[in-house]
Nanobody
Framework: QLRLVESGGGLVQPGGSLRLSCTAS????????IGWFRQAPGKEREKISC????????NYADSVKGRFTISRDNAKNTAYLQMNSLTFEDTAIYYC??????????????????????WGQGTQVTVSS
């Protein structure tokens, strides 16, 4: 079964950092652009970042720009989301997704949910004091 697996979520204090990982199972991640989304309780899923298949270009939502960094290591079949200066508003389930377009959407814009072919199950990030 082709799937993505997120890891690295957890409980962190305001101002802290976490690094999320997104690993592909049974397919080669390097052919896909990767996006990160999040969904807070009672809210719609929000697109927050993307990276092209080569890793050469990225895009961020204003809500995370300057605090979050997306990256990837295609040799490890893994993408990452480094999250710094976390606030209570960052509490959400974080999802990664794979877009077969590679670089025709990201980084020109943040692709929507229906642009992505594969999704992970999500990892919980809770920012609390």
């Amino acid at each position: 079964q082709l799937r993505l697996v997120e890891s690295g979520g957890g409980l962190v204090q305001p101002g802290g950092s976490l690094r999320l990982s997104c690993t592909a199972s049974r397919f080669t991640l390097g052919a896909y652009a990767i996006g990160w989304f999040r969904q807070a309780p009672g809210k719609e899923r929000e697109k927050i970042s993307c990276i092209t298949n080569s890793g050469g270009s990225t895009n961020y939502a204003d809500s995370v720009k300057g605090r979050f960094t997306i990256s990837r290591d295609n040799a490890k079949n893994t993408a990452y989301l480094q999250m710094n200066s976390l606030t209570f508003e960052d509490t959400a389930i974080y999802y990664c997704a794979a877009d077969l377009s590679g670089s025709s959407r990201c980084p020109r814009y943040l692709p929507d949910m229906n642009d992505y072919k594969y999704w992970g199950q999500g990892t919980q990030v809770t920012v609390s004091s």
